[in-house]
């Protein structure tokens, strides 16, 4: 009897052991499906908490300028800026002096817009940014501050980067041989500047 009996364990044995592996297999599934979903709600949770990011770029959280330019034209602006490196009241302050805000502006030289870009700009900006047409406000603001972040990546100084922006790499250091290194322009984009970001820092 017990022989017997000894005999059906032996036999069932393999079974068993199967068994017993297929439970602890899906222990182990179970635990790492847990594990894994505790994570990715903690990323999830800490993502939320921080600012959006773009290429890997962390963009802080929009503020806008108490100006005549739309809301939505000042955020298309400052993320525009976070992703450029420029300061989005530099940026503004440019736009501010080059235009008053004013998306239809049009000067003798042929200059368009907010950002007072020449047509001369339009094969680069075309080139690198797929730009099409500088009297689109959102095309005219992105292909400014490109032009403004080449500039900046090129001269140290806000007002050099200014005088390049407003005269071109030639004029400006022509006046920079003279020993001219600010214009009435350069003033008074720095005075805007400064008086924006006081402002909306202000309000932060």
């Not at 959006?52 to 005549?68: A, H, M, N, R």
């Not at 047509?119 to 501050?145: C, F, H």
Request: a negative charge; one cysteine or more; glycine letters at 6%.
């Amino acid at each position: 009897m017990k022989y017997r009996t000894y005999r059906k364990l032996r036999d069932k044995a393999p079974k068993i052991r199967q068994i017993l592996y297929i439970a602890v297999a899906a222990i182990m599934a179970v635990t790492l499906l847990v594990a894994a979903l505790a994570v990715a709600v903690n990323s999830t949770a800490e993502a939320a908490a921080t600012e959006p990011t773009e290429d890997g770029i962390k963009l802080e959280v929009f503020s806008p300028i108490d100006c005549k330019l739309p809301e939505d034209l000042q955020e298309y602006t400052y993320y525009i800026c976070q992703l450029s490196g420029i300061e989005f009241e530099f940026a503004m302050a440019v736009m501010y002096t080059e235009s008053a805000f004013d998306t239809e502006a049009l000067s003798d030289t042929g200059d368009y817009g907010l950002m007072q870009i020449n047509e001369a700009a339009l094969p680069e900006l075309s080139d690198k940014l797929k730009i099409t047409d500088i009297t689109d406000p959102y095309q005219n603001i992105r292909g400014g501050v490109y032009l403004l972040g080449g500039y900046a990546a090129k001269y140290d100084e806000p007002a050099r980067v200014l005088m390049a922006y407003n005269m071109g790499d030639y004029g400006s250091s022509t006046l920079w041989e003279e020993g001219i290194h600010t214009t009435a322009y350069t003033d008074k984009v720095l005075t805007k500047y400064k008086e924006f970001k006081e402002a909306n820092y202000g309000r932060r």
